[in-house]
């Protein structure tokens, strides 16, 4: 009985051991979420590469579309900015009255709400690429925990019938 304990606290040792010594950690910043492994920041093609050997296609679709989101955005907020500025600097026209020249902006309120919306596009945009960044991190992460908890019968290389379990 004493020995049937030892194992099993030495065999859920070793699986959490693993389970944290594989998995990914985020730091979420303001715009830009970075995510590392065993304290190194992995860039996006360093993720995609592991997501490829360890088979997480579910997550490398989230990076994928979280790596298209994140310029993107940047791209129209930086538009919309200017899109906001053009339209508070207006226009200058000039006007006679009573032989008296007024000179007037004609700023227009339609480019510079349209220009705040895409600000706030733009920034919706990174925020939810950050969040599918973090999201692919997550599946990766339950995909190594999946695969480490699960165990294979089959035919080993000498052809006799083993358990596999992977760590």
């Known amino acids: 009985m004493n020995k049937i304990i030892i194992l099993l606290l030495l065999f859920t040792g070793s699986l959490a051991a693993q389970d944290t010594a594989d998995t990914l950690t ?6 830009i979420s970075g995510v590392y492994r065993k304290g190194v920041r992995l860039n996006n093609t360093m993720l ?16 994928k579309h979280s790596r298209f989101m994140l310029p993107t955005g940047a791209a129209v907020s930086v ?7 053009h339209a508070l600097a207006g226009k200058k026209h000039s006007v006679y009255v ?9 700023r227009p309120i339609m480019n510079l ?9 733009g920034v919706c945009l ?6 599918k960044k973090i999201y692919s991190v997550d599946l990766y992460n339950k995909k190594k925990k999946y695969d480490v908890l699960t165990p ?3 035919l080993n290389q000498q052809g006799h019938l083993g358990l596999k379990w992977s760590f």
């Open 126 to 131: 990174m925020e939810f690429g950050n969040d």
């Open 152 to 154: 294979s019968i089959g």
């Open 48 to 63: 995609l590469d592991l997501y490829a050997k360890n088979k997480a296609y579910d997550a490398e679709k989230q990076l």
């Open 79 to 85: 538009a919309g900015f200017a899109v906001s500025i």
């Open 26 to 31: 985020v730091k979420r910043g303001i715009f």
């Open 98 to 106: 009573d032989n008296v020249e007024y000179t007037y902006y004609k």
């Open 113 to 121: 709400l349209g220009g705040i919306g895409m600000i706030a596009a």
